[in-house]
């Protein structure tokens, strides 16, 4: 159900690669509450997604980046400005990759070429990107920005591997430039720690499918969806959480507070 909470916002949501990811379910809600935005990824993740099916659905642009590189950028932000017709109210930060997850290097034998790069793509496009907002002024008072990230960032999932430590980063920019985003000009930079979820990148990892059905055996309310998300996402960019900056918010049905469930314990009772 639709209740305009976002009538009259504009924005940019980078990552929506297909109707699986987070991204795209709330680039699917923002549309529903009265929100505009321009969609973005890096061009070949364009060709390997359905952006444009999603950009008809919602009657969006597609302005394609690379979110690690300033000049691309700054062309997004300079012309999303132009398509929306002002500063922006909200940014989702969605995007994130590890070469050495995806080639199979252990975490104990990186290719550092491919951790640099994961870590530009997963964590340091985030400082660049609200960068690139903050100089060139483009985000409205009380605008927010959001950057998706897992709690692999403050605890040990071996086959998470080098992601975990780019959310770690990822999470201190949110922090650190957060303070100057706030002080300066009222804006607000929250991260969501979110389920894991069936994403293509989240599909990635070693060992997904037993994982995702232990965090849910764990979870009082079982795994949050995509879906769970994108909503918990819209929250953060209305009004409602005008207060609400330099947070990691868990969306994940209570999975970060347990330390066993009866769910859990039953499995190996069981044996």
């Known amino acids: 159900m639709a209740y305009n909470l976002l009538k009259g ?6 990552g ?32 390997m997604g359905q952006i444009k099916e999603l950009a008809e659905k919602t009657n969006s642009e597609i302005i394609p980046a690379d979110a690690t590189n300033l000049e691309d950028l700054q062309n997004l932000v300079s012309k999303a400005q ?14 994130g990759m590890s ?9 104990t034998e990186q290719n550092y070429d491919w951790t640099h790069k994961g870590w530009d793509v997963s964590a340091l496009s985030f400082h660049k990107t609200m960068q ?23 605890r040990v999932f071996p086959d998470y591997n080098d992601m975990a430590d ?3 980063y990822l999470e201190s920019i949110a922090r650190s430039f957060g303070y100057f985003f706030g002080k300066d000009k009222n804006v607000r930079v929250n991260t969501i720690s979110q389920s894991p979820t069936p994403t293509t990148a989240g599909q990635g990892v070693k ?9 849910d055996k764990m979870s009082p309310l079982g795994n949050a969806t995509a879906m769970d998300c994108a909503n918990y996402t819209i929250s953060l960019f209305s009004d409602l959480t005008k207060r609400v900056t330099l947070q990691n918010l868990y969306n994940d049905g209570g999975f970060s507070n ?3 469930s009866d769910a859990v314990m039953e499995t190996f009772m069981d044996e």
């Open 9 to 14: 916002k504009k924005g940019i949501i980078f």
């Open 132 to 154: 690139v907002l903050y100089k060139e002024d483009a985000m409205n008072e009380w605008g927010s920005i959001v950057a998706l990230t897992y709690m692999a960032a403050q």
């Open 166 to 168: 780019n959310k770690a």
């Open 207 to 215: 060992g997904f499918d037993g994982f995702i059905a232990y965090a």
């Open 258 to 260: 347990m330390g066993v």
């Open 99 to 107: 070469v050495n997850v995806r080639k199979g290097k252990h975490y």
């Open 82 to 95: 132009e398509i929306l017709g002002g500063k922006l109210d909200f940014v989702l930060h969605s995007i």
């Open 16 to 47: 929506a690669l297909d109707e699986n990811s987070i991204a795209w379910k709330t680039a699917e809600r923002v549309h529903e509450e009265g929100g505009e935005f321009v969609l973005t990824n890096a061009p070949i993740a364009m060709r």
